[in-house]
């Protein structure tokens, strides 16, 4: 658990980089996605660190949000990154799981692919504006943005073709 004793001893052994996976803007969802985790610890851990960081005058070690997007949370990302800003987190990357055959990673039905193209669409565009603004670093993986894209040209296709 980090606490401000934790978190001054962690700056002060000259980490560079602390990934955490965040993986919901809610409890709810966080506790689903990390079973076991609890939302609350957390924040009041990480809470903690950016503090020592401040009160140290450390740019280091960097602090990164990974952020998992599925079905069951594309809704939140937008949260995590404000989560994060609000927390003086120094990046956030959202990601999107792959299924791979034979392991427990994701399945089909949790994967962004899954989500609907308007909810896709609308979040991506969301995080995109996010981006422009200040506080953490954003950062969208390319495989979402792709999958945002063709959703985006097939409803744009779909529209030509209902008025051609």
Request: glycine share 6%; aromatic share 4%; proline share 4%.
């Amino acid at each position: 658990m980090l606490n401000p004793k934790t978190s001054k001893r962690l700056i002060e052994a000259g980490l560079d980089q602390i990934n955490i996976s965040f993986d919901g803007a809610t409890a709810e969802t966080f506790e689903k996605l990390r079973p076991g985790a609890n939302f609350a610890q957390i924040c009041k851990g990480l809470e903690a660190l950016t503090a020592a960081k401040r009160a140290l005058n450390s740019s280091l070690p960097r602090i990164t949000f990974r952020a998992n997007c599925l079905k069951e949370n594309f809704e939140e990302m937008p949260g995590i990154v404000s989560i994060a800003r609000e927390m003086q987190i120094d990046e956030v990357r959202i990601q999107s799981l792959i299924e791979i055959k034979g392991t427990k990673l994701a399945t089909k039905e949790q994967l962004p692919s899954q989500i609907d193209q308007g909810s896709l669409i609308k979040m991506v565009e969301t995080l995109q504006r996010m981006k422009t603004e200040p506080g953490a670093e954003l950062h969208i993986d390319r495989a979402l943005l792709k999958l945002a894209q063709e959703a985006t040209n097939k409803g744009k296709n779909s529209g030509d073709s209902a008025t051609g």
